[in-house]
């Protein structure tokens, strides 16, 4: 059974930082691109930051360049995604996605920037 379960999201105040976690499982995780997406009330999902299959390759929307990393650990079967200077508008539930051949997707978990 496949199973992405995201962790690490919560409230935080503007310009403080989180780590979100993906732990992956029925698959084999070190064939999968990953990325992070998130999705704002009222708004559409959307790419956050993306990592090859090996770790070698990353991509970043520019909305959260030089201020979010997206890193992973295959042995772990875990993606990251640390997220530094965060600001009001990266409020959204923050997805974990896996892609190949095929797409999985986690169950989201919220993450909140307020004073």
């Known amino acids: 059974q496949v199973q992405l379960v995201e962790s690490g999201g919560g409230l935080v105040q503007p310009g403080g930082s989180l780590r979100l976690s993906c732990t992956a499982s029925?698959?084999?995780?070190?064939?999968?691109?990953m990325s992070w997406y998130r999705q704002a009330p009222g708004k559409e999902r959307e790419l956050v930051a993306g990592i090859t299959n090996t770790g070698g390759s990353t991509n970043y929307a520019k909305s959260v360049k030089g201020r979010f990393t997206i890193s992973r650990d295959n042995a772990k079967r875990t993606v990251y995604l640390q997220m530094n200077s965060l600001k009001p508008e990266d409020t959204a539930v923050y997805y974990c996605?896996?892609?190949?051949?095929?797409?999985?997707w986690g169950q989201g978990t919220q993450v909140t920037v307020s004073s």
């Open positions: 029925g698959f084999t995780f070190s064939n999968y691109a």
């Open positions: 996605r896996a892609s190949r051949n095929v797409v999985y």
